[in-house]
């Protein structure tokens, strides 16, 4: 009995052993998917959503941001890159500052070098602003955007200082923040710092 038993175990455990060792039927292959290549949408940034990191922009957010005042584009919509400022501004307790010129203007690239290499007018600015170029020149005035504000000169570059809303706080000729021709950075960081956000 013993014997049947144990020659039974061991026909049942070569079954079992060749079955597993049975080549399997090759799995089918799912078709090949094609690229999805529809444009995307950038992310819009929410001020009322809480950012894990404290109350930080996401990255799409800081390239959107720096494109605001990258250049004069006459490409860009103004009230596009206002409602994207609008955002951050509240997002960061910030105003909004509108440099408005144009790429052909001597004394825009004049006032951006001095912002951009004065470390401290850079980071105050930085800080307590969010800076967007709008162009407005002969080819794109963008004249249904400016209705908006009072008349300015066209002494380019021209300032506007808005609160976090767009509410317009001042329009500043840049005249008074030059000597003659050349723009003075006491001047400039004494107007950034009159119409900076209390905190």
Known sequence: MRMKLGSAVVVVCAALVGACSQPQPPAVAEPTQPLDTRPTEPPVADPSEPVA???????????????????????????????????????????ILLEVGNAACERCHALDEIVEGDGDLRRFRDANYVWVKVNASD???NSAFF??????ERDHPYLLVLDADG???????????????AFQPARINGFLKQWAPTR
């Open 53 to 95: 990191s404290g109350n930080t922009p996401v990255a799409a957010d800081i390239a959107a941001i720096a494109g605001l005042g990258a250049q004069f584009d006459p490409a860009r919509d103004p009230a596009d890159d206002l409602a994207t400022a609008k955002v951050e501004a509240q997002r960061g307790k910030k105003r």
């Open 167 to 181: 509410g317009l706080l001042v329009s500043q000729p840049t005249a008074e923040l030059r000597r003659g021709e």
């Open 147 to 152: 209705a908006q504000f009072p008349v300015m």
């Open 139 to 141: 080819d794109q005035p």
